[in-house]
Structures are given as C-alpha cells and as structure tokens.
C-alpha cells in the first residue's frame, strides 16, 4: 500500500501532494475512532523513548514546523507517534495569499528520499487585547 501511494504522490507537483496530504490527514482527525486507532497503531515502543537535556521524548522522530504551516494537525501528528512536533512561530502580519509559497524539494531517486525546505504563506496570530 506504501509504495503505491507514494508513487501516485510523486506523480504530482510538490505542493499539491503536500496539500493533499494535509487535507487528508486533516479530515481522518476529525473522526474521534479514526484517530484512537491510528494513536494504538502507531504508539512508539517503550525502547524508542529518549532524554535529552532533561526533557523526555517518546520517540527519537520529529517533525518539523514546515509541514504543519498553520498548527491545525497537533492531533494527527500527535497520533502518528512523533516524539515531538516543531510549531511554526506566529506572524506579526499575514503573507498575501497571492504569493506563492516558497517550496525547494529535491527529490534523490536513487536513495529513494524527497528532502523539502518550505517557507510558508500563512495568517497572522491574532491579537487579543
């Protein structure tokens, strides 16, 4: 099932499989057995768990903040099992939704590996006074 999705998923532009992606992940968190199953499935084992400088991980594997521009899949990511998730840092202001996100993606056949670098068009946090 792996090597077909990711095969559909190299067929398409870096950006639309992302955004698939996200859509996706985003709609299967929103279905409260869904996302307990996916939390059973995916839990990391007691031997992936890690301290570092006093703060402890239950998995050696994170993610980083450009995957999840806007912050709406702590859920998800939280039920794939990553020891921990990066959050992007909030905007003072919002980017136009005209410019185009900056995406570099190289994608390295022969190692079988996609390396992305994202700089993100997202809202602003709001203010609160």
């Known amino acids: ?15 639309d499989a ?4 996200v859509r996706q992940m985003m ?3 929103n279905i409260p057995f869904v996302l307990r199953a996916i939390e059973r499935f995916c839990a990391p084992t007691v031997h992936a768990r890690r301290e570092v400088m ?27 099992g990553f020891g921990f998730v990066e959050e992007p ?6 980017q ?3 410019q185009p996100t900056r995406l570099q993606q190289r994608r390295c056949r022969r190692r079988r590996r996609t390396i992305g670098e994202m700089a993100a068009n997202r809202p602003a946090l709001r203010q609160h006074r």
């Open 27 to 29: 709609a299967l968190q």
């Open 96 to 98: 136009s939704a005209h």
């Open 18 to 21: 992302h955004e698939l992606t």
């Open 54 to 80: 006093g703060l402890s991980f239950p998995s050696p594997i994170g993610i980083a903040a450009g995957f999840d521009k806007n912050g709406l899949l702590m859920p998800m990511l939280a039920a794939l």
């Open 89 to 94: 840092l909030p905007l003072s202001r919002s």
């Open 1 to 15: 099932m792996y090597s077909l999705i990711r095969k559909l998923l190299f067929l398409l532009d870096a950006e």
